[in-house]
């Protein structure tokens, strides 16, 4: 009997996700139907449904640039989760959209599951007992979520973080570097301003800016990669860089053979730190959003650290530069530290190594393929797993 699921996805990162898990569920029930919304990556691995790629936004004011999208899109899952039988809703990330849509599953009496946890942890904590009531299986990719979930009640598992598998590059530093043409001798720093349209603004111009300083006081040439994250247009990228000093070389589709290839890099935070880390490159970690959503966010946000590998390794290993201090200068101080310091950047790496480690040992696409089987499938999935 085939088994239909409705996933949702709103952002590249949980495109990313979703595409692995969605592979996941098919190697263990090749019959399953899986529609909602997603990405390119998403929709390529058997997903029907709605395009997510122009909802991803940031930032809490922000997202009223987008709302009458999100509110579109929001009614057309509605009505397909009325319209259709589902066996499960699988939830990943997005939460202000995705616990909303919890609630409408809730109500209609099918099975909330939810892929990669809102991040209580960091920010308006109290949200984890709404998550109590809404959600039937919690699969978390972080250890530390676990206790949290468990304390109020939620069936919670860990399933370890899907970017372990995914955040690996088979070439050495020489090999990723003549795969993109990159002369030889030459300091390479990676920017990567977020996968955000709104992020990409804010972020790009200090960052290249700041490489600029940085080539000027080391007196030689630094070559710069910009992996382009999905869905964002080449058109837009050229516009932001036309005017900057230096050469952007723009990457597609290789985002770790660009951090291999690279001896630094400055890096929005999100995702994509964690890819840094689990990668092994030193960087610099960046974050600015408008200065509304940065004074409402200092009321709610709950931790020190924003950047993922500082948060998963309890301390400050990556240096952060939030909002004012999101500057060319600041930018230039960093990566001149990062790059000429050598016991700087061995207790980074050191770093890295413990992040790798807490992380390590699971592969998350399929325990939490096998844990929404379970609750759909039964014993098909259990049999399967085993």
Known sequence: MVKNILMISGEASGDLHGSSLIKALKRIAPSVSVKGMGGRRMREAGLEGIDSTKLSVVGIVEVFTRF?????????????????????????????????????????????????????????????YKIAKLVDKMLVVF?????????????????????????????????????????????VVAVLPGSRVEEIRRHLDPMVRGVELFQKEAGAPVEVLLPAAEGVERAFLDELIRECPLEVRIIRRNTYTALRAADAAVVASGTATLETALM???????????????????????????????????RRIVPELIQNEVTPENIARELSGILRDPERRRTMEEGYKEVRGKLRGLSAPERAAAAVCNLVCGSVAESTAS
């Open 68 to 128: 009458s999208d999100i509110l579109h899109a929001f009614s057309e899952l509605k009505n397909l989760l009325c319209r259709e039988s589902f066996d499960c809703v699988v939830l990943i990330d997005y939460p202000d959209f995705n616990l909303r849509f919890a609630k409408v599953a809730k109500k209609k009496g099918v099975p909330v599951v939810y892929y990669i946890s809102p991040q209580v942890w960091a920010w308006r904590r109290n949200r984890i």
């Open 143 to 187: 250890p530390f979520e676990e206790p949290l979930y468990r304390k109020v009640g939620v069936d919670v598992e860990y399933v370890g973080h899907p970017l372990v598998g995914e955040a690996v590059c088979n070439k050495t530093k020489e090999e990723a570097r003549g795969a993109l043409g990159v002369p030889a001798g030459r300091t």
């Open 280 to 314: 092994g490159t030193p960087m610099v970690i960046v974050y600015r959003v408008s200065p509304l959503s940065y004074l409402i966010g200092r009321l709610l946000i709950g931790v020190d650290n924003i950047g993922l590998p500082n948060i998963v390794c309890g």
